[in-house]
């Protein structure tokens, strides 16, 4: 279709050049390149198969016209290609993978309208190569990281990424067994209400210990979860947990449960026939679950991924299901996704919470307060999260927030110990 090179073409010139390097060791050694389109998926699924291969002969042509007949390009795959530079140092291979990108980027005159698509670009430049597979592998590991930066960039690859690969690796067939070993825990952190310090909700946070007792921290083994599509299993498992236990903190004392949920499991389309499904047989009452999202999340999604997700949101949320936005304020998006998304609770990002005792504390309360204020006036509930001092929980409760969350009223707890905290005289005197 592009009339290309295939990989086994790419594979045998990188070893020629590797062996012209070796007999040469005075010139530069080669220099490869890997790119792969960002979201090609959703050209095809939004315009179908045909513009998408439209797509893909105008990027061959595009890199075509900027390589010489010394270079290789080659397509690996759908929509990834290659590049070899049989010589260029590093600065060289940097600027022809600009070059690459800026060519990417134009836009798209197909099918009667203008697309426009971005591309990563993984560069593995300046380093003694000893086989073709070896370069490969490396070069793919730079993509994979620019792809994993937010993607639209170029990344050059230093040896660091072999250990990262090799971590991200581990921790991914740790996972694998961490539920049939039952190392995943669920533990709740209370949500109080400020005016009457009884607590409203509690919020499940996944938890891994391994078999060696050493705890895996949620921000190393959730993106890998994520990455894996592992997250889907495991935020089953966790759902199930949390409903479970909550079902008896619900029906004793009327508090409700807060779950996470990432990007990759709302876009399975079995996502809310699984929650519908979970709720029935927990027999725990559907407005007693909040699905928590975070702002980020969204971000790292295209336009159509976000109206999917909206849509299974709006769906759960008509079933009685509540929905809270987490980490609100930290986006650039942030009133924007308030006004599309089916959001019933707004839960503000600690980085608000701690200028609100400073000494120059004037723009945090503001903000805050302005915050509070519009949530208030969309008739939204306010969480202020990371509250580690009483003086904070004054100033929140004077500015109307009713629902904080943190260290002060307490650390994340295990099933058991909140069992025990929802027994006892409810937390006192915040202001």
């Not at 609770?345 to 302005?370: C, E, V, W, Y």
């Not at 949530?375 to 306010?382: D, F, K, M």
Request: with cysteine.
């Amino acid at each position: 279709m592009t009339g290309l090179g295939n990989r086994t073409l790419l594979g045998e010139t990188l070893q020629g050049a590797i062996a012209e390097h070796t007999a040469h060791p005075d010139r530069p050694a080669p220099a490869l390149l890997l790119l792969d389109l960002d979201a090609f998926k959703d050209v095809n699924d939004t315009y179908g198969h045909p513009v998408g291969d439209e797509l893909l002969t105008v990027v061959a042509r595009r890199l075509r016209a900027l390589t010489t007949e010394s270079q290789t390009l080659a397509r690996l795959s759908g929509d990834e290609f290659a590049l070899l530079l049989p010589a260029a140092d590093l600065g060289s291979a940097t600027t022809m993978a600009e070059q690459v990108l800026a060519a990417i980027r134009a836009p798209y005159p197909l099918d009667g309208r203008e697309l426009y698509v971005t591309g990563s670009v993984g560069v593995l430049a300046g380093n003694e190569l000893a086989t073709a597979t070896d370069a490969l592998r490396d070069a793919d590991l730079a993509l994979y990281a620019a792809k994993a930066a937010g993607k639209n960039r170029i990344t050059l690859f230093d040896h660091t990424l072999r250990a990262e690969r090799l971590h991200h690796a581990e921790i991914a067939a740790g996972l694998r067994q961490a539920l049939a070993r039952d190392e995943l825990t669920l533990n709740y952190q209370p949500v109080v209400d400020l005016t009457t310090g009884a607590i409203h909700a509690v919020e499940a946070l996944l938890r891994w210990t391994p078999t060696d007792g050493r705890p895996v921290p949620p921000d190393v083994f959730i993106p890998v979860a994520e990455d894996t599509g592992l997250i889907v299993d495991i935020g089953r498992w966790a759902l199930e947990r949390a409903c479970a236990d909550a079902k008896r903190w619900h029906h004793r004392h009327g508090i409700a449960v807060t779950v996470n949920v990432s990007g990759r499991q709302l876009r399975e389309r079995t996502f809310r026939d699984t929650v519908l499904e979970v709720l029935t047989r927990s027999q725990l009452p559907r407005n007693a679950l909040t699905l928590e999202v975070t702002e980020s999340m969204l971000l790292a999604t295209t336009p159509d991924e976000t109206q999917r997700i909206t849509d299974v949101l709006a769906d759960l949320r008509a079933h009685g299901v509540r929905i809270a936005l987490d980490d609100f304020g930290t986006g650039y998006s942030s009133l924007s996704y308030l006004r599309t998304l089916p959001v019933d609770i707004l839960k503000i990002d600690r980085s608000f919470t701690a200028p609100l005792t400073n000494t120059d504390h004037r723009q945090a309360r503001a903000f805050t307060k302005a915050i509070v204020e519009l949530a208030a006036s969309l008739e939204l509930r306010t969480v202020v999260e990371g509250v580690e001092s009483r003086e904070q929980a004054g100033v929140l409760q004077q500015m109307g927030c009713p629902l904080a969350q943190g260290y002060l009223f307490s650390p994340p707890a295990t099933a058991t110990q909140i069992d025990d905290l929802l027994q006892v005289t409810p937390w006192q005197q915040a202001a």
